[in-house]
């Protein structure tokens, strides 16, 4: 297919959206934001609120509205609905935060989320988290499953870290994306889709490591089932 | 302010994301969709995989990207981040789904959804669900909060039964968005932001509707003074 030039006016509106996701902000932020004039942004502005994208807050500024969240539903929604009971089991057995990451370009992202009851702190992964495949656990897990042509260019270090966690089964990280967080991520392998990972993190859990990812992949079993491979 | 036109492109973008919510198509399906030749919505879509909104899958069909999930992260987050936590609490004490849903426009949109665990089934109240204002108990609820100004037309018989909803501090339905489903929803209003309410769906529950609701009024106040009022 020949390359055909980006549209700028929808580049721009996603942009805003882009934008907005930080905080809510004023049509003359947004303006300066984007560097066009104030009537652009408004008349963009105007076509996201028409399709409730956006939506004004008390305070006059424009926000993400919460039809984003309808659109966010549509991702990967088989995937998401067999991952939430998983991840809501075993963050209640080990008392940690579990998710399910997928791999988007060169960046590991956070689809689902969620943080065991009961505990008096816990470690937040929000949906949405970002980080570059070549760190922490799930990245580790997620290239474990990528053949050599689509690997990043990575240190000989790394490559071996992850030639070791595809021979045990699982990764783990610590003081990689967030500084003494530690955390242990499965494989997540779906026919005909992203490389995925399963991961909880922590600062400190007593339980040991491969307990943890015999868990994991026990949920990544189940999920690949339920999603007929 | 005056009235700006809208952007076409950047609302048939939009439109994009809104068609490839219901799953992945072909470029010429989205073109048969929009209505528009295949080069047009060939551009768009390159625009949308530039921003990682859109992705092919391993079939070739372009299907929402997981940034998308991204950007959903960011409506109303700090009110998600307060209400997962007594949404779970709520779905696992009394084995119920229960959610936070929100005013949009005149219909109500769920933010965050949580199952409860170790049932044998429960109903899903998938994030995005979206039905009238006028409808269930998560409407009534919120119909309670609006001023007389920004309630939509209904009948005396809703407007009654809305009354007494507000007197007695909660709302059920019956029948009325599904079959068979019964709902039970507390009014959520906080300063500086759209009407919204915490409630709980189920086809069959032992606890008194009093009781869910008493305890889904401890949610909200508890949702309530974390975010200031």
Redesign the interface.
């Known amino acids: ?1 020949p ?5 700028q ?7 805003i ?2 934008i ?4 809510p902000l004023s049509i003359d932020e947004v303006a300066a934001r984007l560097d066009v004039h104030r ?1 652009i942004a ?3 502005l ?3 609120e ?4 956006v ?1 004004r ?3 006059g500024l424009a926000a ?14 088989d995937l998401q ?1 067999e991952a ?2 998983e991840l ?2 075993v963050a ?1 057995e080990f008392a940690l935060t579990a998710f399910l990451a ?1 791999l ?2 060169d960046e590991v ?3 689902t989320s ?2 065991p ?1 009961h505990t008096v702190a816990n470690v ?1 992964q ?5 980080h570059p495949v070549t760190a922490g656990a799930p990245g580790k897990a997620i290239l474990s499953q990528l053949a050599d042509a689509e690997w990043p260019d990575v240190s000989a270090a790394l490559r071996a870290e992850v030639a070791e966690a595809r021979a045990r089964g699982y990764a783990t990280s610590h003081d990689e994306v967030i500084p003494n967080l530690h955390s242990i991520a499965v494989p997540l392998s779906l ?4 490389p995925a990972a399963l991961a909880v993190v922590h600062v400190a859990s007593q339980h040991p490591d491969a307990e943890i990812a015999t868990r994991l992949q026990e949920s990544a079993t189940a999920i690949r089932e339920a999603l007929g491979g």
Do not use: F, K, W
């Open positions: 297919m390359a055909a030039p980006a549209s006016t929808l580049s721009r509106g996603i942009r959206l882009e907005l996701a930080d905080g009537s408004y008349r963009l105007r076509t996201l028409d399709h409730r994208l939506a807050n008390a305070s993400l509205g919460p039809r984003m969240a309808a659109l966010a539903a549509g991702v990967a929604h609905a939430l009971p809501t089991a209640n997928v988007d370009g992202i956070t689809l969620v943080e009851r937040a929000r949906p949405g988290t970002r026919r005909g889709r992203r």
